[in-house]
C-alpha cells in the first residue's frame, strides 16, 4: 500500500517554492487596467501564465482560453475527471502584519494572500496529480486541473471554460474545507439604491464601508459636519470602549472624519466577522440627521446590524440538511448630494428562493425610500452521499487522516464543484484550522497543505488509476 504522507513530504520544498511564486502574483480583478491580452487586469492573466508555465515544464498538456482561464491534463480515456481551483485573491485590505504578496512561514504557517483561498489548496491538488504522473502511474480517465482567474467575482474564466469545453464527467474544487462538501448552498445578492439628501441639524458628508460584496467589511469611513465636534468625538471613544470595535477621530478641512475597525470574514459565515458598516451605522444613530441619510443610516442600523439570519426581516429560514439562510451586508457607501448603495449578499439551501427573499426585504427597504432589485442568483448544489466519487473522496480523507466519524457535509460558500452535476467541495481547510479566508493575515499551517496533498494523491489515484 503506498504511502502517501511519504509522497507529499518529498515533494514538501519544490510545492512550498511554487506557491511562493504564486503569492507572490498580486492576483486580484482591476478592471481598471483591463487589456485586450488581460481582460480581467494584469494579476489574473499573470498568474495563470505562471501555472501554465509551470504545468508545462511538468510535462502536462496545456491550453490557456483567452487569458482569463487555463488547463493542465493528464491521461487517456472517454471520461473526463475535473479539479477545478482558482489563482485569483481578493483584495488584501488593511490590517496585516507582513506584505501578504510576500509570503512569510512562521510558526509553522504559511500567510499570504491566496494561502488558504485558493493558492494553496490548489497546488496542493496539482502537486497531488503531478506526482501520480511522475510515478508512472496509468490513468484510464483524463484528468484537467482547471485553474480560473474570477472565481471571487463573476466567475468570467470558468464560465467561458464551460461554454468552450467539454462537460467533465465528476470532479472536484479544493476550495473549501475537509472532509467533502457534497451540498453548498445558492447565492442571492440584492442591490439596493438610495437617493442623496441631508435635511438634520446633522451632515452625513460620506459613508464607505465593504470592498467586496462577499467579504464583511473590516472598515467603515465617515465624514460628518455637527455642531459640537468634541462632543461627538468624546460619545465615540465611549462607543469604541464598549464595542468590539476600534477606530479614531479627527477633524480637517472637510469635517468630521470617523474610522472604525472590525474583523473581515468569508461572506458565507458573516456571524464570524465584526461588520464595522453596521456598527459604525449604529453609533450614527445618535446624531441629528435627516432625510435620506437618516433612512440610510437607520435602515442598516436596525435592520442589517448583528442580524446574518434575516430576522428582523421575519425571513429566518433552515433546511435539516443545508442548514441555514444567511445575510451578509457586503457593500455600504453613502454619499450626501449623489446617494447611496448596498450590497447584500445571501447563501440560501434548498426549500427557499431569492424571489422569497426579495419580498422580505423590498417592502423594509422601501419604508426607508430604499430601492431593492434582483443583482446575481445562483441555486443550490447538491451530490448524494451515496454517490461513489464522494465515497472515494471520504474513503482518501479518512485514510491519510485517520478521521474515522468524519461525514459528508454542507457548505454555506459557493465553489467551482457545482459547475458540474457530479460535482463537489474538497478540502484544503482542516476542520479544526481557524478558517481565514478573505481576513487579514490568510494562513494556512504548511502541515495541513502537506497532508491535504497526500489526500488529493489517495483521491485521484483510486478514481483514475488502473491498479
Not at 433552515?318 to 453613502?334: E, P, S, Y
Amino acid at each position: 500500500m503506498t504511502d502517501w504522507m511519504e509522497k507529499a513530504n518529498a515533494q514538501k520544498d519544490d510545492y512550498l517554492k511554487d506557491l511562493t511564486t504564486l503569492v507572490k502574483i498580486p492576483s486580484v480583478r482591476d478592471d481598471s487596467q483591463a487589456t485586450a491580452d488581460a481582460p480581467l487586469g494584469p494579476g489574473p492573466a499573470k498568474a495563470l501564465h505562471a501555472f501554465l508555465e509551470m504545468a508545462k515544464k511538468d510535462g502536462f498538456r496545456t491550453k490557456n482560453i483567452d487569458n482569463v482561464v487555463g488547463y493542465a491534463e493528464w491521461g487517456e480515456g472517454d471520461e473526463t475527471v475535473a479539479i477545478l481551483a482558482h489563482l485569483d485573491v481578493m483584495p488584501a485590505g488593511n490590517g496585516w502584519d507582513s506584505d501578504p504578496f510576500d509570503p512569510i512561514i512562521k510558526d509553522g504557517n504559511f500567510i499570504g494572500r491566496g494561502s488558504s483561498d485558493d493558492k494553496g489548496p490548489g497546488l496542493a491538488a496539482y502537486y497531488a496529480l503531478k506526482t501520480l504522473k511522475d510515478m508512472g502511474v496509468k490513468f484510464h480517465k483524463k484528468v484537467r486541473f482547471v485553474a480560473g482567474t474570477d472565481e471571487e467575482n463573476d466567475w468570467t474564466g470558468m464560465t467561458k471554460y464551460f461554454e468552450t469545453e467539454p462537460m467533465p464527467d465528476l470532479g472536484f474544487s479544493p476550495d473549501a474545507e475537509f472532509p467533502v462538501y457534497n451540498g453548498e448552498k445558492g447565492m442571492f445578492s440584492i442591490k439596493l439604491d438610495i437617493a442623496g439628501g441631508n435635511e438634520g441639524d446633522d451632515v452625513l458628508k460620506s459613508f464607505k464601508s465593504g470592498l467586496r460584496f462577499n467579504m464583511v467589511p473590516r472598515e467603515a469611513d465617515v465624514v460628518v459636519e455637527v455642531e459640537d465636534n468634541q462632543a461627538v468625538m468624546d460619545a465615540y471613544t465611549d462607543y469604541l470602549d464598549n464595542n468590539p470595535v476600534t477606530g479614531e477621530a479627527y477633524e480637517d478641512k472637510d469635517g468630521l472624519h470617523l474610522e472604525m475597525i472590525g474583523k473581515a470574514a468569508h461572506g458565507m459565515e458573516p456571524e464570524k466577522g465584526i461588520n464595522a458598516g453596521t456598527y459604525m451605522a449604529k453609533f450614527l444613530q445618535q446624531l441629528k440627521l435627516g432625510g435620506n441619510a437618516k433612512n440610510f443610516v437607520d435602515y442598516i442600523a436596525n435592520y442589517l446590524h448583528l442580524d446574518d439570519r434575516m430576522k428582523g426581516f421575519d425571513g429566518a429560514f433552515t433546511d435539516d440538511v443545508m442548514g441555514d439562510l444567511t445575510m451578509n451586508a457586503g457593500i455600504m457607501n453613502f454619499d450626501g448630494q449623489k446617494g447611496g448603495h448596498l450590497d447584500m449578499n445571501f447563501r440560501f439551501p434548498k426549500g427557499i428562493t431569492p424571489d422569497d427573499i426579495l419580498n422580505k426585504v423590498k417592502p423594509v427597504a422601501a419604508d426607508f425610500n430604499i430601492d431593492a432589485h434582483y443583482d446575481t442568483f445562483h441555486a443550490p448544489h447538491f451530490v448524494s452521499p451515496d454517490d461513489p466519487m464522494v465515497k472515494t473522496l471520504m474513503k482518501s480523507y479518512i485514510d491519510v487522516t485517520g478521521d474515522k466519524d468524519a461525514k459528508p457535509e454542507c457548505i454555506g460558500g459557493r465553489t467551482f464543484g457545482q459547475l458540474i452535476d457530479n460535482g463537489v467541495a474538497f478540502g484544503a481547510l482542516m476542520p479544526d484550522t481557524p478558517n481565514t479566508m478573505h481576513q487579514a493575515n490568510e494562513y494556512q499551517p504548511v502541515d495541513d497543505l502537506v497532508k491535504s496533498m497526500a489526500i488529493y494523491m489517495q483521491a485521484i489515484h483510486d478514481l483514475v488509476a488502473d491498479e
